[in-house]
């Protein structure tokens, strides 16, 4: 029995040493490099107009193909009430690093509405680009920084 571990220690070693990989790194990673987020989110309340206006900047638009703005109810983005609109619809042809929201429109799809007694809203938006080519299919790349708005009615 003692003979048969000794020869079987090391084949079972070498066995265990040529099946763990070398590669201790996710390759899969590194392809997210070529991404960034939007910068310089800025969104306002134009009280006239009832409209929120949300606008950003990027630096490298380069296989962008739309951007993805969205809002919460919480500073902590996704554990509050989340929506989200494409900026580009399909029939544009430019990418525009602006969108106009009505605020309606945006406090019902917050379920804002439902407390009658309120008069005051906070809104907090992001920005993500949509990036399409040959490897990304419209891939929704990381967010921007959070910007808040206040809506006093």
Same mark, same amino acid.
């Given at each position: #029995?003692?003979? @048969?571990?000794?020869?079987?220690?090391?084949?079972?070693?070498?066995?265990? #040493?040529?099946?763990?990989?070398?590669?201790?790194?996710?390759? %899969?990673? =590194?392809?997210?490099?070529? %991404? =960034?987020?939007?910068? +310089?989110?800025?969104?306002?309340?134009?009280?006239?107009?009832?409209?929120?206006?949300? =606008?950003?900047? #990027?630096?490298?638009?380069?296989?962008?193909?739309?951007? !993805?703005?969205?809002?919460?109810?919480? +500073?902590?983005?996704?554990?509050?009430?989340?929506?989200?609109?494409?900026?580009?619809?399909?029939?544009?042809?430019?990418?525009?690093?602006?969108?106009? !929201?009505?605020?309606?429109?945006? !406090?019902?799809? #917050?379920?804002?509405?439902?407390?009658?007694?309120?008069?005051? /809203? @906070?809104?907090?938006? %992001?920005?993500?680009?949509?990036?399409?080519?040959?490897? /990304? +299919?419209?891939? @929704?790349?990381?967010?921007?920084?959070?910007?808040?708005? !206040?809506?006093?009615?």
């Amino acid at each position: #029995m003692k003979k @048969i571990f000794i020869f079987m220690a090391p084949v079972l070693l070498l066995a265990i #040493m040529y099946g763990c990989s070398k590669d201790h790194s996710s390759p %899969t990673f =590194s392809l997210y490099d070529s %991404t =960034s987020s939007p910068v +310089n989110v800025l969104a306002t309340y134009d009280k006239g107009g009832d409209l929120i206006k949300v =606008s950003w900047s #990027m630096e490298n638009t380069e296989d962008v193909a739309n951007y !993805l703005v969205a809002w919460s109810d919480s +500073n902590v983005f996704d554990y509050g009430k989340t929506y989200d609109q494409f900026v580009k619809l399909p029939e544009d042809v430019s990418l525009k690093t602006e969108i106009s !929201l009505d605020t309606n429109d945006v !406090l019902k799809k #917050m379920e804002y509405y439902k407390a009658a007694d309120i008069d005051s /809203f @906070i809104v907090y938006f %992001t920005v993500s680009a949509v990036y399409n080519n040959k490897d /990304f +299919n419209y891939f @929704i790349g990381p967010r921007a920084e959070v910007d808040s708005v !206040l809506i006093l009615r």
